[in-house]
């Protein structure tokens, strides 16, 4: 219904809550009162999360970090309407979107302290490790998209990433392919506006990423990416085409990066002031408070009681994941190959000699 | 980037001075050397010369302030390219804080800031090429070659090369060995970085003598503990006329055994007596975990002089062996390093060392630590002297004892603590047999 | 048994393994309907039909980048490049995920995929198509590197190939894919990875040599024997990982070694084999390691294509240099 009626080549955008927080009934998804104010917390957990993350940053307790507020509403209303069995493949600002999906915030956590085993998902988990070059991994939802057609297995796969992607050539690679096996493969493009410091309009010239779909054979929509409704609704869609058949589509989630590109770089250096303050005012977290209030679903208690919750998950997921202790060199070489090759062998083996002979102690590999 | 300039040791253990007065103010730009500051010690009222050309940032101490040496004396930041000294410039402000972590240089990781300062390129300098070392025969050998004639104890350089251009064989190496007779138990040489012979210098005639491989070993060992660790050493008198008596008395036993007992063996087990109840002599500092390694293990290193050299081979699990079994192993061990075929192993994992000079003669030395333990007995020569013993003057057998400690690891008193417990086993043989 | 080519024996390996194994996917440009460039995959997109033989779009990065969530959700793609110089698009797949999906997860992912690609001079193509670019991809941590250079090699190496739980690139030399035959047994065989060749005994020189070099190693050794020199020659196979062993007992016992290889020279693979047998066999060494070796130069087009590639008379004058040092 979306995908027929909105026409990316005119710029229409899906708008079904707006930042006052009334909302468009008749296009208003399923969701139940109940459901949204899950919603708004998963928000808010995902906010905390952000803003702990940066500050543990600056003490040196996490590593570089790429940061998330603002695109909360994409980050937890797109992944609502996928199964277990489907596969998420997501860029390096989708922390949000993999823990929905099924990644624990301890091993998120454990992965941007800079431990690979945060990237050891659970089994049954089908969310890949996070990827960093960028447009690099469209192809590989692809490639799994591929798999389950072949495997008749019901499964799809969905791909997140930037503006910025949409310049690589792998990202248009992966869309031809996409649209010439009809893969059910969902391209979700965040475009936050920004690619570090270059922004959204010396990107592309097109006006909008959306109807580049349309140069693969397949529907393109524009949607407000700061819209729960919005976005579950069209990512329901997509879902379901992907489902049956109907093959891949193209959602461009119009969206804002609310903090740096990561917690090295400094935003103040390339945006000004008066746009961070106009995408305040269609904060997501905001919008959907102002529709649980004009629903009589929200109180100030409830409020403070769930930012009590969710503080206290986010602490307890971090501290979890910094009493992990740190690996054992021999972790670089014992996961490269099924099994390590003479030349990794002996390479270990040195630098474990090295090591003793300096009275480094160092603990055993991981079983796994 | 900004220089914080410290004030110097201005000579004779100075520690502070009192700021007298600023002869530069904030803003100024001065030249190298150009008077700063005048300080006043307990010595003098001295002048303080700007150490490079640059502007000044900020005064870090007031007129009339006391300022230890070490401390901040003035920040001058980098010179402008235009404009003579005492020029007036405008504020240099220091650069504005950000919000971000100011390492932030690049949008992942984090970029070191350990700002090293290299030394210029030679290239930009200009300076004249490397003066040439003095002139080295080449030896040309593959090897395998060179491999054998190490093991023979043949000196390449005297070889004469028969393979094509100048190329010494293999068959060159094993004529020149049988040649010179070499036996097989010699000590193989090594290739002299020099030749040997006499030569003159501006004031005479002077003869050169290579430093052995192992001679080099040392010096560098010796750098590294003078430039790390802090030895202080603290000497005492033993009492052994007992001792030596006992060890008199089980010569003849011993030579039963074939064995030849010295002082050693004893001397030996009563540090080890002394080490277990004094353990922190007994360990090594593990300095980039701010720990001591106590060792619960009770190798001993003896210092032991060869021809080429000292070279220290360890005696293992002291405290597990009899007196006859220690005797027999020094005797093995000082043959081996004598011959110089000691393995690697023999030398590595003392944990306390003993260096017995007095063999050789000398009385209170400051032996070096044998790095990384923390503690050194040195022993010197038996002496007949007369001391009070039991209230009255006697001759008495007494043993000198040099201990050196690596003071960032244990106090004197610590040190001393120990030695006490050494002497008092060394001078009554009852409490050694008891530490048995 | 049947006497084979190279593209026979390719071919063969595919057939049967995707008989045995419904995981296995072949993807590429003109792989299906056509059969491939060379038609080493001629006949099986009739066999298997077009889902499991798939003609992609033109796209290198593309369908690396496939292949790679392909064998991530369990499927074992065997992916060709047309040309090895056409690999070179894929290399940020291969070196910045293929290589690594295993390490990266800590073993929960990983990428059984096999990319094969026709490689190496002599068949005067025009520019880009005699490329030799094994060194690149030794040098990618994750990945495996093999280079057949006989038909029974080939057959087997790739089954063992399609097999490995991880990335093996699979390197045909295309000067030899139909200029060699041998007999090849049908049905299922493994050649194991890992493993060099030593093709024939001797005691007087060592010659190590992969891909279409072997031919000029053996006739480099017969006109030796001739001589009365002894060489011993081993066909390196899989390039990562070397089987270094293999090619040190030989030193040991030869004391003498030449290197053949038609990539570039500098920093090729005959430099880490030289660094190797220095480490390792040194003393045993009565002579320099020599190479014989492409320049670091574009390979030329055809009509300089002979000055470039190593020649037998340029590996029987490294032999005569090795042995009169």
């Known amino acids: 219904m979306f995908f027929e009626r909105y026409d990316p080549l005119k710029q229409e955008m899906v708008c079904i809550l707006a930042p006052d927080g009334s909302c468009h009934e008749a296009l208003r998804p399923a969701l139940d009162d109940q459901q949204v104010r899950q919603i708004y917390r998963q928000m808010w957990l995902l906010r905390i999360y952000d803003r702990k993350a940066v500050s543990l940053q600056r003490q040196g ?106 310049s690589e050539g792998d990202v248009h690679e992966a869309m031809n392919m996409a649209g010439v096996y009809q893969l059910p493969c969902i391209f979700f493009c965040q475009n936050n506006q920004y690619a570090i410091s270059v922004p959204r309009r010396t990107q592309t010239a097109a006006p909008t990423i959306a109807q580049k779909a349309l140069a693969y054979g397949f529907p393109g929509i524009l949607v407000d990416g700061n819209d729960i409704f919005a976005v579950y609704a069209v990512m329901r869609e997509a879902v379901e085409r992907a489902r049956c058949g109907q093959g891949p589509s193209l959602i461009e989630a119009y969206t804002y990066r609310m903090g740096a590109h990561t917690t090295a770089d400094d935003p103040t250096k390339y945006r000004d002031n008066a746009e961070l303050e106009e995408w305040r005012g269609r904060d997501p977290l905001l919008r959907v408070q102002r529709y649980l209030q004009q629903h009589g679903q929200w109180s100030e208690a409830w409020e403070h009681q769930i930012l009590e919750e969710c503080t206290a998950e ?28 003479p030349q990794l062998m002996e390479q270990e083996a040195a630098l474990l000699a090295s090591l003793h002979a300096k009275g480094e102690s160092h603990g055993t590999a991981h079983a796994r | 980037m900004a220089l914080e300039f410290r004030f110097p040791d201005v000579g004779e ?85 950000q919000s971000m972590p100011p390492d932030s240089a690049s949008v992942v990781g984090a970029l070191d800031l350990a700002l090293t300062e290299l030394p210029p390129s030679p290239e930009a300098t200009r300076d004249a090429g490397a003066v040439s070392s003095a002139q080295t025969r080449r030896v040309l050998a593959i090897p395998s070659v060179r491999k054998l004639a190490r093991d023979l104890g043949v000196d390449l350089t005297q070889v004469t090369p028969t393979g094509p251009h100048g190329r010494i064989r293999r068959e060159d190496v094993l004529q020149a060995a049988q040649q010179h007779q070499v036996p097989a138990t010699q000590v193989p040489k090594e290739a002299p970085t020099t030749a040997p012979g006499v030569e003159q210098d501006p004031y005479g ?15 560098k060992a010796m750098v590294t503990a003078a430039a790390t660790a802090v030895p202080v050493t603290t000497t005492d008198e033993a009492d052994v006329t007992d001792l030596v008596a006992l060890r008199q008395r089980s010569r003849e036993v011993a030579a039963a055994h074939n064995v030849h007992v010295t002082l050693l063996p004893f001397i030996m087990k009563a540090v080890v007596a002394a080490l277990r109840q004094h353990p922190t002599l007994n360990a090594c500092l593990d300095e980039a975990h701010d720990r001591l390694m106590l060792k619960r293990y009770y190798h001993l290193g003896i210092a032991t002089d060869t021809s080429e050299g000292l070279i220290v081979p360890v005696v293992r699990n002291v405290d597990q062996k009899n007196l006859l079994t220690l005797a027999t192993e020094l005797a093995r061990l000082t043959e081996l390093a004598r011959t110089r075929r000691l393995a690697l192993t023999d030398l590595r994992g003392a944990t306390f060392t003993i260096s017995n000079y007095g063999a050789i003669g000398g009385i209170f030395a400051t032996p070096m630590l044998h790095l990384p333990e923390v503690a050194i007995l040195g022993v010197g020569k038996l002496l007949q002297k007369p001391v009070v013993h039991g209230g009255e003057v006697a001759i008495r057998t007494i043993l000198p004892l040099s201990l050196t400690f690596d003071h960032r690891a244990l106090d004197g008193a610590a040190a001393q603590r120990f030695l006490n417990e050494l002497l008092m086993t060394l001078a009554e043989p009852a409490r050694l047999v008891l530490a048995l | ?129 005699s490329e030799s670019g094994e060194a690149f991809l030794v040098h990618t941590p994750g ?79 017969d006109i030796m024997r001739g001589e009365g020199v002894q060489v011993e020659s081993i066909d390196v196979r899989t390039m990562s990982p070397m089987d270094v062993a293999t090619l040190i007992a030989s030193v040991e016992k030869t004391g003498r070694a030449v290197v053949v290889h038609e ?34 130069t574009v390979f030329p087009l055809p009509q300089l294509e002979k000055y470039y590639l190593p020649t037998t008379e340029r590996v029987v004058e490294a032999i005569r240099r090795v042995l009169a040092f």
């Open chain 1, 314 to 341: 986010v602490e307890q997921a971090m501290a979890e994941a910094a009493a992990v202790p740190p690996p054992p060199p021999q972790d670089m070489f014992r996961y490269m190959f099924a099994t390590m090759t």
């Open chain 3, 1 to 129: 048994m049947a006497l084979r080519t190279l593209v026979e024996a390719i071919n063969d390996a595919l057939r049967c393994e995707m008989a045995a194994d419904d995981r296995v996917i072949l993807l590429g440009e003109d792989i299906g309907r056509e059969g491939g460039v060379f038609r080493v995959t001629e006949g099986l997109q009739a066999l298997y039909g077009p889902q499991r033989v798939t003609d992609t779009p033109l796209a290198e990065s593309g369908i690396v980048g496939m292949a790679i969530g392909m064998a991530i959700a369990g499927l074992r793609p065997v992916a060709e490049m047309q040309f090895m110089a056409f690999l070179y698009p894929a290399f940020d797949q291969i070196i910045n995920h293929l290589g690594r999906m295993r390490n990266r997860s800590r073993g929960r992912f990983t990428c059984p995929v096999v990319i094969r690609a026709p490689y190496g001079g002599g068949i005067h193509p025009p520019e880009h198509h």
């Open chain 2, 205 to 219: 005639p002077v003869e050169y003598q290579p430093l052995s491989a192992l001679r080099r070993t040392i010096a």
């Open chain 3, 143 to 221: 990945i495996k590197v093999v280079i057949p250079a006989t038909p029974y090699d080939a057959k087997g190496l790739l089954i063992s190939a399609i097999r490995d739980p991880d990335p093996v690139m699979f390197l045909e030399p295309e000067r030899l894919y139909r200029a060699v035959r041998q007999e090849v047994p049908d049905g299922l065989y493994t050649v194991p990875i890992g493993q060099a060749r030593v093709v024939q005994e001797g005691t007087d020189v060592t010659v190590i040599g992969w891909g279409s070099m072997m031919r000029e190693v053996t006739q480099a050794a």
């Open chain 2, 13 to 97: 253990g100075i520690h502070e001075g009192e700021i007298v007065r600023w002869l530069v103010k904030e803003g100024d730009r001065v030249r190298p050397d150009q008077p700063l500051v005048e300080v006043e010690t307990d010595k003098a009222v001295v002048e303080i010369p700007a150490p490079r050309a640059g502007t000044i940032l900020r005064l870090a101490a007031a007129e009339g302030q006391k300022i230890q040496v070490g401390e901040v004396l003035v920040v001058i930041g980098e010179a402008d390219v235009i404009g003579a000294a005492g020029e007036r410039t405008p504020d240099v402000a220091p650069p504005q804080p």
């Open chain 3, 263 to 296: 990539a570039p020279r500098t920093c090729g693979l005959g430099a880490e084999i030289v660094a190797q047998i220095n480490a390792k066999a040194l003393l045993a060494l009565q002579a320099p390691v020599e190479r014989v070796t492409g320049f670091d």
């Open chain 1, 61 to 166: 307790r996490f590593g570089t970090y790429a940061q998330m507020e603002g695109q909360e509403a994409c980050m937890v209303a797109s992944p609502l309407p996928l199964q277990p069995q489907d596969w998420m493949v997501t860029s390096y600002r989708e922390t949000g979107a993999m823990w929905m999906h099924g990644v624990p915030l301890k091993l998120l956590s454990l992965y941007w302290m800079g431990n690979e085993f945060g990237s050891q998902m659970p089994e049954g988990v089908r969310v890949l490790p996070l990827a960093i070059p960028v447009g690099t991994q469209p192809l590989h939802a692809v490639g799994l998209a591929y798999a389950g057609t072949y495997r008749q297995d019901g499964s799809i796969a969905v791909t997140y990433f930037g503006d910025g992607a949409t």
